[in-house]
């Protein structure tokens, strides 16, 4: 099914293992562009290694117990099984998009139906772009996330992966959405790596949809790097939604670089997995910048959910809103912790965040922390967060007009849910999660 490096008992001798194995294979023919890169994420990763609770930044979320299993190391590029019939039921109902397929981090375009794009969109293999497209991945590949500062970024980018490149030209609008599904394709407990670049040129337009999925129950961690480069007046939409079995972790990091008077919302959506890490950082970096970040996340069992967000000001008259909600029953634990920080320069900057938990079990867990760091004085910047169960009041008016208890109460939630569905921009999309959501809520 896949190739697969021998596992050993410890992370760090798998990876480096596998780098080692990467480093041969170039040396017998497959140079790389991009190695003066990969060997300083390598030595970053060897100095900040895996993250710990001591960590500020992961202090409510054990990164490490999440990693200490018996994981093989998928390399990327191995020919897949998977025919056409095996995916053909994740493409998201009622949604007219061109579809592109990633099996284990590798297009697969046989099996998707990209193939009718207009001129000026440019979709396909990272590594294929990577000789086809030289210098636009030349250009953007490693200037944005950050292999310094973080040791996700640094694990991911010291490897020669793939993943999805995508290119669209100035001025030109994408007349459907993209859904990009990305399938786990493993026969044992895996690791598996992959990475996007995103390029949109000045006043281009685009909606894009990634999902993800497993083939089987097997045990994995997925570490997942995007870059996203938005240009001037540019109005983009990216929405991940996150429905894994509760075997599948990944940490999903996406960064995003926009230029003046552009337009970015950012729709995060987590309704599975067993824990899931997602940082979104956004650097608005023009003056006139909208950023907008949405995300919703319903989770279960001994679920775990933490986004972390940055939007980093650093240009003047920009406009940034953070909106997060979450649902935490049984035993999960959900975590929002978002930072706005507005640079010196970054005078008249309007930022807003805004992170709402409902706790519906005695063993659940909300932690939120919201975050200002103001360097400028001309600003308008808020934040707000709340944590509780639902207002008796509300399920008790619900209760007298007929509905049972638990009718009452699913309702709310629905409603809750909702206001962060109705902010993307595609109705049958929103109609699509709405059922999803409804299916989660049992309403």
């Known amino acids: 099914m896949i190739d697969t490096l021998e596992k ?4 760090n001798e798998r990876i480096a293992s596998a780098y080692e194995f990467q480093l041969e294979q170039r040396s017998n023919g497959s140079p790389s562009a991009f190695r003066d890169l990969r060997e300083r ?27 200490r299993h018996d994981y093989a190391v998928i390399e990327p590029g191995a ?19 061109y579809t592109l397929i990633v099996v284990n981090g590798t297009v697969a375009p046989h099996l998707g139906d990209a193939n009718g794009l207009p001129a000026g969109i440019t979709v396909e293999s990272l590594r294929d772009a990577a000789e086809s497209d030289a210098d636009a991945v030349a250009t953007y590949f490693g200037k944005y996330a950050d292999v310094d500062a973080d040791a996700f970024v640094a694990l991911n980018t010291q490897f020669d992966l793939d993943g999805v490149f995508l290119r669209v030209d100035k001025g030109v609008t994408l007349d459907r959405p993209i859904q990009i599904i990305h399938v786990t394709d ?30 089987s129950d097997v045990k994995t961690f997925g570490n997942r790097v995007s870059e996203i480069v938005v240009g001037r ?18 940490v999903n990091t996406v960064q995003v ?19 899931v890490r997602n940082n979104v950082n956004a650097v608005p970096n023009g003056e006139g910048c909208e950023t907008h970040l949405y995300g919703l996340y319903i989770v279960d069992g001994t679920q775990h959910v933490d986004n972390h967000t940055l939007v980093d000001h650093a240009k003047p008259n920009c406009f940034s809103n953070e909106l997060y909600r979450g649902i935490i029953d049984g035993k999960a634990t959900g975590v929002f912790n978002g930072k706005v920080f507005v640079r010196r ?17 005695d063993d659940a867990h909300h932690y939120s922390k919201p975050e200002l760091e103001i360097y400028a004085d001309d600003v308008k910047c808020s934040h707000g967060s709340t944590t509780g169960e639902l207002e008796p009041e509300h399920v008790f008016y619900l209760r007298s007009r007929g509905l049972s208890e638990r ?23 929103r109609t699509y999660l709405d059922g999803l959501i409804d299916q989660q809520l049992s309403v």
Request: proline share 3%.
């Open 8 to 11: 050993t008992p410890d992370l």
């Open 41 to 67: 994420a390598a030595a970053s990763f060897d100095t900040l290694g895996i993250p710990t609770r001591k960590h500020e930044a992961w202090k409510y979320t054990n990164i490490e117990k999440a990693l």
């Open 79 to 97: 020919p897949s099984d998977l025919d056409a019939a095996d995916v053909a039921d994740l493409r998201i109902s009622g949604f007219d998009a």
């Open 186 to 215: 493993a026969d044992e407990d895996a690791l598996l790596q992959t990475r996007n670049l995103y390029v949109f040129g000045e006043n281009s337009e685009a909606l894009v949809v990634e999902t993800y999925h497993s083939t």
């Open 233 to 250: 007046a540019a109005r983009i939409n990216v929405l991940q939604l996150q429905t894994e079995s509760e075997q599948a972790s990944q």
């Open 257 to 275: 670089y926009q230029e003046a008077q552009s337009y970015f919302a950012a729709h995060t959506y987590t309704l599975g997995g067993a824990l």
């Open 345 to 361: 320069d970054a005078q008249q900057t309007n930022a807003y965040q805004s992170s709402q938990g409902v706790v519906l079990s």
């Open 407 to 429: 009718q009452a109460k699913a309702l709310l939630l629905y409603a809750f849910a909702h206001d962060i569905v109705e902010e993307l921009p595609h109705a049958a999309l």
